[in-house]
C-alpha cells in the first residue's frame, strides 16, 4: 500500500512524518528529524516513499509573484500571513539580507521579506535537488492551507499558541490513526508545531497519491518545474 511523508523545517533541518495506508485508512508510521534532504531523496528513489510532500517553495519565479502563492493567501484569509512569497530565482546565494533585498527589487520592484531571507538557504537547497521529473513524487504542500481543506476553513487560532496547537491536534486525530502515539512524542531537535505541520503536509501528499487534492497554480518556472501548492 502507498507509503508517503511530509518534510517541515525545524532547527535541526526537516522532521519527517511517514503516513502508511492500511487497509484504506491512513496510520502515522513514524517521526523522525533527517540532517539534510539527501536520505528522504534516497528513499524516494529506492522505493520506500510513494510520494514527500514539503513545506517549502518548490519551482521559483523571475519576475512576477507565484500564482499559487496568491491562490492560498486568498484561501487561508485570516492566516493569510502564513504564506511567505516566493523570492525571485535570482536572489538565491545572497549572504546578506541587504543584497537579498537589493537582488529582489531588481527583479521584482519589491524587497524580499525578513522570514522570506531566513529561509532562504533552505529554499536553495530544495531548488538544488529539483527538476520536473522528481517533481511527481517531491511537491509542494502548505501546512496551513492542509489544514484548512481538512476542517472546511482556515484554523482559527495561531499555531504556535496553545490554542492552535488542540486545534490543529484535533485535526490530524480525526483524519490519521496512531497520532497520540506518535505526533506526541518529544522529537529532539523539533518544536511540537513542526511536527503536526509535517503530519497535515504528509496527509495531503497521500491525497495527491489518491488524486483527491486540492492543487493551486501549475505554471512552469524558467526550470520548467511547476509552481504549484498542494493540499
Known sequence: ????????????GWVLVVIADRHRRAVVSSVTVVADLTPVLAMVDSGELDAVGIDMPVGLPDHDPRSCDLGA???????????FPAPMRSV????????????????????ISRQGFGILSRIGSVDRVMTPARQDAL???????????MVGRPMIHRKRSREGGAERLAAL????????????????????????????????????LAGTHVQLGGDLDARGIRMEIVA
Open 173 to 208: 486525530r480525526r483524519e490519521l490513526s496512531g497520532t497520540d502515539r506518535h505526533l506526541l512524542t518529544r522529537v529532539p531537535g523539533a518544536r511540537s508545531d513542526d511536527v503536526l505541520d509535517a503530519a497535515a503536509v504528509a496527509w495531503s501528499a497521500r491525497r495527491r
Open 139 to 149: 511537491f509542494e504542500v502548505h501546512p496551513e492551507l492542509s489544514f484548512a481543506v
Open 92 to 111: 538565491l546565494g545572497s549572504k546578506t539580507y541587504e543584497e537579498a533585498c537589493a537582488r529582489s527589487v531588481a527583479a521584482c520592484g519589491k524587497a
Open 1 to 12: 500500500m502507498p507509503t508517503v511523508g511530509g518534510l517541515d523545517g525545524c532547527a535541526s
Open 73 to 83: 493567501r486568498r484561501m487561508l484569509g485570516p492566516r493569510a500571513s502564513s504564506v
